[in-house]
């Protein structure tokens, strides 16, 4: 079964940056497409990156939601099993709870839909304020 556990998270100012990372057990990441989502108080989740699997279809491909484009960066490292969220000029609007998640990967998919991925973390706290 496979486990992932979130961290890097915090209380940071407006501009400022984070990284969050997804740590994985259970088995090998390189198969799963990761993504990250967040949800605000009284919001739905929201996909905001995804990164394809590394040994199915294009590997590397990304998918950004458009709210974070040029600010957020995903990326993979195979031999630690560990993805992780650059996030840079952070605004109050990103605030909320992050969670990253693995779908089983796929060709010519870059999946960012809650629906398609199977495994979750708990989820870790980022707030943007001043």
């Known amino acids: 079964q496979l486990q992932l556990v979130e961290s890097g998270g915090g209380l940071v100012q407006p501009g400022g940056s984070l990284r969050l990372s997804c740590a994985a057990s259970g088995y090998t990441l390189d198969y799963y497409a990761i993504g990250w989502f967040r949800q605000a108080p009284g919001k739905e989740r929201e996909g905001v990156s995804s990164?394809?699997?590394?040994?199915?279809?294009?590997?590397?491909?990304?998918n950004y939601a458009d709210s974070v484009k040029g600010r957020f960066t995903i990326s993979r490292d195979n031999a630690k099993n560990t993805a992780y969220l650059q996030m840079n000029s952070l605004k109050p609007e990103d605030t909320g709870v992050y969670y990253c998640?693995?779908?089983?990967?796929?060709?010519?998919?870059?999946?960012?839909?809650?629906?398609?991925?199977?495994?979750w973390g708990q989820g870790i706290q980022v707030t943007v304020s001043s």
């Open positions: 998640a693995a779908s089983p990967g796929r060709v010519g998919v870059v999946p960012l839909f809650p629906w398609e991925f199977d495994y």
């Open positions: 990164i394809s699997s590394s040994i199915v279809g294009s590997s590397g491909s990304t």
